[in-house]
């Protein structure tokens, strides 16, 4: 292939992806970054969100929980504590993880004093959960 | 002296002993192998978090040595997490990391510590002997720790060392050196030593790198995922030393056991030689006198 970029998913447990790619789109912290072949270096954090990539042709996505990927001598690194493939994603486990960090936002914005960091913990969570079940949408395309 | 038939018996158990040690043997390879897998397949995310660790501290340049978990807490006190294992029968592997303990605390007399237990060993030693135990973390099992349960561990050691009681947070596990030597070590957590990031390529010149968001925002969520994978790997370094001792402990029991069974059966042999040759003689003297 003339025009690629390597693409390489790293996670603690393993190497969970590392294959070609004419474009890569990361779910960065302001939005989704696109990545084309011979990118300048650069280096993201991450939101959770969808790792979405295009290889010979064929669309890929993959749910990442946050992370960070850095650009460096035409590979993409997304170095990311969990990943799914869309088709692993449990989507009731998903959704019910949603309603529930709803319900606990709703908790704390009613009660005064529950600390910011619950607030925020919840958000994530929610975001999580929300981009699971996203990403676990894009298998049956 | 004792008779044949206690002998026979004693080399019975010794036999059933022997079954058991080997089967332990078994069953820490087995384990080993597992913990050794899991210690290597973390490395390539390791080492990726450390390298931009290193990277983005060069870029943000003599800054860093001045955040908040770069220098040493406001507290007088020590925090301690101190790994061992939960259940015995490996060696020397718990005996040398107390010693360690002991010996650290000697050295550090002079100041007050608070300790965090993980593993049932390392508890059982040291309420006993007056070391003032804060926590003790039991749940998952050390046996079952995963990246995420280490990185609560972390996110706990953290945050008290951010309550700005601690002086500083240091780790006491064993280092896997080799199959035959773990190594109990001290190491320091927190404050993150700045001098020692960032060594490890020539890729310091990195400016015109671009930066998404920016480099302090990037940085405040790398040093957490970094102090994650130091725990983590601490933790499976731990594992694997302990395995690799019990192997090792078990390997030995089942040797000393056939070297038992082997003089045991010796001396059985003799003995049963011994009873053979008196009947005999009684036999022939019986006949003898019937004669």
């Known amino acids: ?141 | 002296m004792a008779s044949v038939k206690e002998l026979r018996q004693r080399i019975k158990s010794v036999g059933n002993i022997k079954q058991i040690t080997r089967a332990m043997e078994m069953v820490a390879t087995t384990k080993l192998r597992r913990f050794q897998d899991r210690a290597i397949a973390s490395r390539p995310y390791a080492e990726e978090i450390a390298g931009l660790v290193g990277r983005l501290a060069a870029v943000l340049g003599d800054g860093v040595q001045d955040l908040p978990l770069f220098v040493q807490g406001e507290g007088e006190r020590i925090l301690m997490l101190v790994v061992s294992s939960d259940r015995g029968l490996c060696g020397a592997y718990n005996s040398n990391l107390f010693r360690e303990l002991e010996a650290w605390r000697t050295a550090n007399a002079d100041k007050t510590v608070d300790y965090f237990v993980y593993g049932r060993k390392a508890f059982q030693y040291m309420s006993k002997r007056g070391f003032d135990v804060k926590r003790v973390i039991e749940d998952p099992r050390l046996e079952d720790i995963d990246y995420r349960n280490a990185s609560i561990v972390a996110r706990m050691l953290k945050l008290e060392f951010e309550s700005g009681e601690y002086n500083d947070v240091q780790i006491l596990y064993s280092k896997f050196e080799s199959m035959a030597k773990y190594v109990p070590t001290v190491a320091q957590y927190l404050p993150i030593d700045a001098t020692a990031l960032g060594a490890d390529d020539g890729e310091k010149q990195s400016g015109d790198v671009l930066l998404e968001p920016d480099a302090q925002t990037i940085f405040d969520h790398l040093i957490p995922r970094f102090l994650e994978t130091r725990v983590y790997n601490s933790l499976l370094e731990a594992l694997t030393s302990e395995y690799a001792s019990r192997r090792f402990a078990m390997k030995n029991a089942t040797d000393a056991a056939d070297d038992m069974q082997g003089v045991l059966r010796g001396i059985y042999n003799r003995k049963r030689q011994e009873n053979i040759t008196k009947e005999l003689l009684d036999i022939v003297g019986g006949a003898e006198a019937v004669r």
């Open chain 1, 1 to 141: 292939m003339a025009d690629s970029i390597t693409l390489r998913v790293i996670t603690p447990d393993s190497i969970v992806l590392d294959t070609e790619a004419s474009s890569v789109q990361v779910p960065g912290l302001d939005g989704s970054i696109g990545i084309l072949a011979r990118h300048a270096p650069m280096v993201t954090a991450l939101d959770a969100g969808d790792l979405h990539w295009t290889a010979d042709g064929v669309e890929d996505d993959m749910f990442v929980s946050g992370g960070f990927a850095e650009v460096r001598a035409n590979t993409v690194r997304v170095v990311t504590e969990a990943s799914e493939r869309p088709g692993d994603i449990d989507i009731e486990r998903a959704t019910k993880a949603a309603e529930r960090a709803k319900e606990r936002l709703k908790d704390r914005r009613v009660e005064e004093g529950s600390s910011e960091f619950d607030v925020l913990r919840a958000e994530a969570a929610l975001r999580r959960a929300m981009m699971r079940v996203f990403v676990a949408g894009k298998v049956n395309r």
